[in-house]
């Protein structure tokens, strides 16, 4: 008898909010048992479990115990598993929850950003080989060493679930990995804004890390990372209907497809300008050290040519750093002796991504072009291999994601594009 297909399936917060949701979940784990698969479930916490609990820790302390925090947040995932684990058992399926050191998962030892170091799946096997549908709590693991952090619950860092997913999914060489959430894909951009938006059937690894990167949420940047490393291909797809999701995958295609495949826009972006910074070596390290230890993700920065010995360094932050970015850069201001300290909040970021930019001219002169027919000013540029971004006002974003996703006809369904040789053979 050849062996079943495994399946790992992953099911986010808001497909677990309430107790009808998780029996909604629990059906649609039973349809995929009933066809034969052997099935390993992820679950995040249900809702805004995590949210809650954080907020119940902060109304306790400002300054919480990093490894308290870590036993506290990993309860929300031991919920959600047991409870889909008793959902499944009303259906009559035989399944078990286990926790994410039940399953075998070890992490290093930084709580509440801990990387999965390894997975020994023994225990995951032996209840598969039961006939176990095997429900895992997503977003945590076991400290490996025995240390005095050893064995200690870690938690995976927000969004973590998923990376959990594809790390089994490919440590049990799954056949397929399903994130189900609530929206049925990826698409082009965000249909809220777009009402033309459209759902891409599949989209390349690094086209996916480059739209999340940019603000497009659907996904745990590292946990696409995961599945292209280890080359798991991941469907996203809606919990909520049942439709085609989007697959992320190599796509052998996408030189062929000479096209930008979508937009992605964030508004959680601050810009920082120093003006008058002193042009001397070590100043940008200066600036740039102490932000990074302070964890705060600088994203484009660009420093004017120098005049009379002094430059203009402008950056961009997540907004929610901004605050905690001005306490650092103050007195930094004060000791390398620049102007002034300027910040604006109420700007945002668009990008167009796509392989197809690679090594083709004129995608930003098309991008540019666009958004100064809008009306929209650009107040930074910066680029990948695949990628263009802008710094736009915020109050301009809506505008420039219609614009754009109009020019580059992202509404129409790609087709790829003909090679010469693939045609004559
Ligand atoms: N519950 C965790 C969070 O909200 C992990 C997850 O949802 O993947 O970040
Ligand atoms: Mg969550």
Not at 48 to 75: F, K, N, S, V, Y
Not at 132 to 156: H, N, W, Y
Not at 307 to 319: C, N, V
């Amino acid at each position: 008898m050849p062996a079943a297909p495994l399946v790992v399936q992953k099911f986010g917060g808001s497909s677990l909010a309430d107790a009808d949701r998780i029996r909604r979940v629990a059906r649609r784990i039973a349809r995929e048992r009933a066809s034969g698969s052997e099935l390993v479930v992820v679950v995040s916490a249900m809702g805004d479990t995590t949210d809650e609990l954080l907020g119940l820790a902060a109304a306790i302390t400002d300054t919480p115990d990093e490894r308290e925090l870590d036993m506290l947040l990993a309860t929300g995932e031991h919920q959600s598993a047991t409870l889909v684990s008793m959902a499944l058992h009303a259906l009559g399926v035989a399944a078990i929850s286990l926790s994410g050191p039940q399953a075998g998962i070890t992490t290093d030892g930084r709580y509440g950003k801990a990387r999965i170091a390894s997975i020994q799946p023994d225990r995951v096997r032996r209840e598969l080989d039961g006939g176990k549908v095997v429900i895992v709590a997503g977003f945590q693991g076991r400290a490996e060493g025995d240390d005095a952090a050893g064995a200690d619950i870690t938690t995976l860092g927000r969004g973590g679930s998923d990376t959990t997913a594809v790390a089994l999914a490919a440590r049990l060489r799954a056949t397929r990995c399903q994130i189900f959430t609530d929206v049925r894909g990826i698409y082009t951009a965000d249909p809220r804004i777009v009402a033309d938006a459209r759902q891409l059937p599949v989209i390349g690894y690094e086209e996916m890390l480059e739209l999340a990167g940019q603000g497009a949420q659907v996904m745990q940047t590292r946990a696409v990372e995961l599945g292209w490393v280890n080359d798991v291909v991941i469907e996203v797809l809606s919990s909520f209907e049942d439709a085609p999701g989007t697959l992320i995958k190599e796509d052998p295609l996408v030189e062929q497809r000479n096209k930008v495949r979508g937009l992605a826009h964030d508004r959680n972006v601050a810009k920082v300008t120093l003006v008058e910074v002193p042009d001397r070596p070590g100043v940008a390290a200066h600036v740039f050290g102490p932000l990074a230890e302070a964890g705060i993700n600088v994203d484009m920065i660009v420093q004017n040519i120098g005049h009379g010995g002094a430059t203009d360094l402008s950056f961009t932050i997540p907004r929610v750093e901004l605050a905690k970015a001005k306490r650092i850069l103050e007195p930094i201001a004060r000791e390398l002796g620049f102007r002034e300290l300027t910040t604006d909040s109420s700007v945002a970021k668009v990008s167009i991504v796509g392989a197809g930019i690679q090594n083709a001219p004129g995608y930003a002169a098309r991008m540019f072009g666009t958004l100064a027919d809008a009306g929209v000013n650009i107040e930074m540029i910066s680029t990948s291999e695949i990628r263009i971004t802008t710094i736009i006002a915020e109050d301009a974003l809506e505008t420039a994601v219609r614009a754009l996703h109009a020019a580059f006809e992202l509404e129409r369904p790609e087709t790829a594009v003909a090679q010469p040789s693939a045609a004559a053979g």
